[in-house]
Each structure stands twice: as C-alpha cells, then as structure tokens.
C-alpha cells in the first residue's frame, strides 16, 4: 500500500513538473549586435516536449536548429553555418521570462554575445 502511494507521489510531481515547462513555441525576433551592426534575426521554435526543433532567419538565409532542448525556463540549441568551406556551430543558450527570453550565443573562439528575443504575436 504504502508503495502504490509512493508511486502516485512520485508520477503527480513529474506532471507537475513537466506542466511547469515554460512555453517557447513559436516566433522570436531579436536584434544581434554584429561587427558590422546589428543584424535582426527571427527564431521560430517548434516544441515536442522537452525537444526543440525549428530554424533561424537571418538576412544570410535559414539555418536548422539542432540538439534543442527545454529544461524548465531555459532553452538550449545550436546551429551551423558553412562559408567559404569554412563551418562555424553556434551554441545558444536562453532563459525566458514572459514574453522574452535573454540569450547567450557562442561560436568558436569568439566571446559569447548577449542578446533578448521578443515574441511575436
């Protein structure tokens, strides 16, 4: 008996927690400062549980998102980019607050940017 309690705990607290997961779906814009100004960049984010899929628009094109994942109110995801046979993997990771989540992007050697994206509604 006092197992099957436990097991209700246990299965009422993971619901809970998975129910807490913030909300990321949809469409973000953000401008990134860059060397050469800033560059406004769209996030468009599709959320299956804990996994992220989606693309980010730059004026250079779209670049897939991968390895995406939601763990409570922080997002992380990476993208690549090819110039010039030259590849370059971005790590971005981002925690939301309402309708905003303030990023942190890395790529290589460089030192990470800090930028916030707005929801589009």
Request: net charge positive.
């Amino acid at each position: 008996m006092l197992r099957k309690l436990a097991l209700a705990v246990l299965f009422v607290t993971l619901g809970a927690v998975s129910a807490m997961a913030a909300d990321f779906g949809g469409k973000w814009t953000a401008d990134i400062a860059g060397r050469q100004g800033n560059t406004t960049t769209t996030f468009q984010f599709t959320v299956s549980g804990a996994a992220v899929t989606g693309k980010v628009t730059t004026p250079r094109g779209d670049t897939d998102i991968a390895n995406g994942k939601i763990a409570g109110d922080t997002i992380t995801f990476t993208t690549t980019t090819t110039m010039q046979d030259n590849t370059m993997v971005s790590t971005y990771t981002g925690k939301i607050d309402g309708d905003s989540i303030k990023f942190s992007r890395a790529m290589g050697d460089r030192p990470a940017v800090e930028f916030t994206a707005t929801r589009v509604k």
